[in-house]
């Protein structure tokens, strides 16, 4: 089998379990995100399984190492402890298949986590901590090589072997990334296309519910029309049949009201890890429309107890308002994110320069059905509300015409405080 086969059936081999997931993930929409998260752990240790088991492990005697790729997949997904629990089944690996040193190992492994500890605190975008772990990965499989892999080879064989394995993992990883990260594109954009599927079932339910009230409401009508107050025979006769369909105009309003009341599923949640998925989901949006945008988020992880899905769509539509808000007079449109937090309580502020908001427009924004915008629906801002108020925080608006306005969420810490 020659190297780009070998190449090829580890690629797959990779892959395979990853695309399971997304599709499974499509056709259960209505995950929870401990569910998605057990999905995506399964198939990354399925991943690693499969190379480890079914691929080849070496050429011309060298270790083809792209069973590392789930590894650095877990860390380009933040997802820590998964991260650990792959790094310690690598050493064993490499320490029983290819004979390498176990301290050794223990500290490559280790400096990957150190290294990924220190720039994300520095904000660095996911895929280029990849990149400084390959850098990383590079110096170690060159000492790893002349001590332990191949000494007794020529100077010349093992430096080639080093260059092809590192330009081979930089590119196979970043192929395999890009693909998983489109893939949960499409999986994203077709939850979007599920949720306007659902809103246009709403609308529809809607139009039924107005057409099973008007016919009550036309029969009361009709009676009242032929009453005749001095008639009590007709009086006896028409208000009990008028009282009857009051009552089923009620029930009606009742049954539609539990349907399209909010439920919110809380569960444990970074916020700041949601702010952070927020700025990569939505900076195209950003650079399409010319916005700067600037997110102040803290370094350390703070978890709440939270309907994360629900938050999302919350701070989707601040932020889309927030675009759509943008002064075209101005040189330059901003848009700040912020995160404050104290032991009770945490402060999402979304700030813009745009176009603001006069007094009026400002004391209805969170009235339902109302909107200044030409084909807006008036309910984003107001469901956006019910949202928060359900997780017991509270939503406030502060607007200043030509300006800029100030969104504050404020959402209770709960018992997460470290």
């Keep these: ?72 997949i877990c860390y380009y997904k933040r997802k820590m402890s998964l991260a650990v629990f792959i790094s310690l089944i690598l050493i ?17 492994y280790s400096s990957y986590l150190i290294v990924y500890s220190l720039l994300v605190r520095r904000k660095l975008k ?4 990849v990149n400084y772990f390959i850098i990383i990965k590079s110096f170690m499989l060159s000492l790893a090589v002349f001590w332990f892999i191949s000494p007794e080879r020529s ?12 330009i081979t993992l930089y590119f196979v990883t970043n192929i395999i990334i890009s693909i998983f ?25 809607l139009f039924k519910v107005t057409h099973e009230i008007k016919n009550p409401i036309a029969v009361c009508k009709g009676y009242l029309d032929m009453i005749d107050v001095n008639d009590k025979k007709k009086v006896r006769k028409y208000v009990p049949i008028i009282k009857d ?24 949640m970074d916020i700041v890890m949601l702010l952070e998925d927020l700025e990569d989901y939505l900076k195209d949006l950003f650079k399409k429309n010319g916005i700067k945008s600037e997110f102040n988020l803290p370094a350390e992880d703070i978890y709440i107890e939270a309907d994360y899905n629900r938050l999302k769509q919350v701070f989707i539509n601040l932020l889309k308002n927030a675009v759509e808000a943008k002064d075209a007079s101005k040189k330059e449109n901003k848009i700040k994110i912020s995160l404050e937090s104290d032991n009770s309580f945490m402060k999402i502020i979304i700030e813009d320069n745009g176009v603001g908001m006069d007094k009026d427009v400002l004391n209805k924004v969170s009235d339902m059905f109302f909107t200044t915008k030409k084909k807006g629906s008036g309910l984003g801002v107001s469901l956006s ?14 607007s200043v015409k030509g300006e800029g306005t100030r969104v504050i969420v404020t959402l209770p810490r709960g018992e997460f405080v470290a």
């Design 385 to 398: 509300k019910e949202i928060i108020e359900q997780h017991e925080g509270s939503f406030v608006y502060n």
């Design 1 to 72: 089998m020659s190297y780009i086969e070998v190449i090829i059936e580890s690629v797959l081999l990779l892959l395979c379990p990853l695309a399971l997931h997304l599709l499974y993930t499509i056709y259960k929409n209505n995950l929870s995100i401990e569910e998605k998260d057990l999905g995506f752990e399964i198939a990354i240790i399925s991943s690693l399984y499969f190379v480890l088991r079914y691929g080849t492990c070496c050429y011309n005697d060298y270790p083809i190492i792209l069973f590392d790729i789930p590894l650095l």
């Design 92 to 108: 064993i690996y490499e320490t029983l298949f290819l004979g390498i040193n176990p301290l050794f190992l223990a500290l490559e």
């Design 181 to 205: 990260a489109k893939g949960e594109t499409i999986v994203e954009l077709h939850n979007d296309l599920q949720n306007i599927e659902k809103e246009k079932e709403l609308r529809r339910s």
């Design 245 to 268: 369909e009051i009552t089923r105009t009620l029930i009606l309003m009742d049954d539609f009201l539990d349907y399209t009341k909010i439920k919110i599923e809380k569960e444990e």
């Design 126 to 129: 996911p895929i280029n901590v």
């Design 155 to 166: 100077y010349s064989s093992n430096l080639f072997y080093i260059f092809t394995i590192i």
